[in-house]
């Protein structure tokens, strides 16, 4: 594949022009959208209306009349046909981390006779860290790593669809059957599914993920939490808080859930965080995601076939077996990624020794995709990752 040909790729996109609503410094090919996401343009001026109009002009009475108060609820809704759910099964607000301690306590409750979490030791490490930290909270309960193989006697398995180290993409639906065979529940985190393919969670009991990587929500944009409307009025959320109580005005002694998702708020909304997810929803909901995720294995396989042989890759040579990542390790690939970087191509560095790239189909063309292996190559084929300044770790990486 040569450039004029992903010009000419670019020209018959489908997707090509949701790349204009967003903002895209000049000179930057931006392969991080699997980290933190793109600005949309519009965000701007429904966060200008959230801080002046509401909050401003409203004061206290936004939380009646600009609709703050139910904002974990419509904007759940909203959300929810991205990840296959309906509406009133899905609620936002919080970090991921704490949607993963709600979900796994709620599978808990349920499954009172099972002394078993199953979780991945390879997962994103917040994921395992909750449940270390629920387990040691409730006490009596069996960390088992997913490596083990066996979900015998588990009360939940929680796991990543997407591997956020390689990108390998795991079987939802199979998972999901074999832990219901087992007897047990299951919690998905689609941190990095969620607007890079297409999701069902109609057959798992809960899932949880952010909106700041491929939903472009932004640095801190609240996480979602999905509830199986099988288990809902029996699940229960033990960070009970004030929110999700059934009168919480009434200002009761004890702790009533309200019934169906409002039960899963917690308590007061990020209303500022919440209005750029409301900003982002207003791209997404005119999204169609085959074509994103059609897109996304186009431009992850056009730049394997670029880079070739040259690293070696992590993530699965199948785009079906992947999600919209491309992960390659190198022994210098810290120094090497600085380089990339000063020269305009934007990935991350995992450690010990791996240079992720994440493809954003709705701003990313096959062009991006062309320079940037062009750019890689450059930096590998003249050493230039060796200059020392390359060397230097930043404390974020
Ligand atoms: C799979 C996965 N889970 C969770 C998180 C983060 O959780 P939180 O939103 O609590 O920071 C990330 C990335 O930050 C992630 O990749
Ligand atoms: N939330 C962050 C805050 C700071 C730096 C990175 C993140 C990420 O999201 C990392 C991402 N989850 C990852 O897959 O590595």
């Not at 929680?158 to 390689?166: A, G, H, I």
């Not at 890079?196 to 109609?202: F, I, K, T």
């Not at 929500?217 to 999905?226: E, I």
């Amino acid at each position: 594949m040569d450039r004029d040909q992903c010009l000419a790729l670019d020209a018959q996109d489908p997707l090509r022009a949701f790349k204009d609503e967003f903002v895209l410094p000049e000179g930057v090919i931006y392969l991080v959208g699997n980290s933190l996401g793109a600005l949309p343009k519009r965000t701007a001026e429904r966060m200008r209306r959230a801080v002046e109009d509401e909050w401003g002009g409203q004061l206290v009475g936004g939380w009646n009349h600009a609709g703050w108060y139910d904002l974990p609820l419509t904007l759940g809704d909203r959300l929810a046909p991205l990840i296959g759910a309906g509406p009133g099964q899905v609620v936002v607000g919080n970090t991921t981390s704490i949607a993963i301690f709600q979900a796994v306590a709620a599978a808990l409750r349920l499954r009172p006779d099972r002394r078993v979490i199953v979780s991945d030791a390879q997962n994103f490490p917040t994921d395992h860290y909750m449940v270390q930290g629920l387990a040691g909270l409730v006490g009596g309960y069996e960390i088992r790593d997913l490596a083990e193989g066996s979900f015998a006697d588990a009360a939940v398995v929680l796991l990543s669809e997407v591997d956020y180290r390689t990108g390998a993409r795991r079987d939802m639906a199979e998972v999901t059957a074999a832990a219901h065979a087992a007897g047990a529940l299951i919690v998905w985190d689609l941190c990095h599914s969620v607007g890079a393919m297409e999701v069902d969670v109609s057959d798992v009991d809960f899932a949880v993920g952010c909106t700041y990587k491929y939903l472009s929500a932004g640095p801190g944009a609240p996480a979602f939490l999905y509830v199986n409307p099988r288990h809902h009025g029996t699940a229960e959320n033990v960070l009970s808080g004030w929110h999700g109580h059934a009168a919480p005005f009434a200002f009761e002694t004890d702790f009533r859930p309200a019934d169906g998702m409002r039960r899963f708020v917690i308590s007061t909304p990020h209303v500022l965080s919440l209005a750029a997810l409301d900003a982002a929803l207003d791209v997404w909901e005119r999204v169609p995601m085959a074509q994103v995720r059609a897109k996304s294995k186009a431009l992850t396989s056009l730049f394997v076939d670029l880079v070739g042989d040259r690293l070696e890759l992590a993530s699965p040579a199948d785009p079906e077996a992947r999600g919209s990542q491309i992960s390659l390790r190198h022994p210098d690939g810290y120094p090497i990624m600085r380089a990339l970087i000063d020269r305009g191509v934007h990935g991350d560095f995992r450690a010990p020794d791996t240079l992720r790239f994440g493809f954003a189909p709705l701003y990313l063309g096959y062009t991006d995709v062309y320079d940037a292996a062009a750019t890689l190559l450059e930096v590998l084929d003249k050493e230039l990752w060796r200059d020392e300044k390359y060397a230097v770790r930043l404390a974020v990486t």
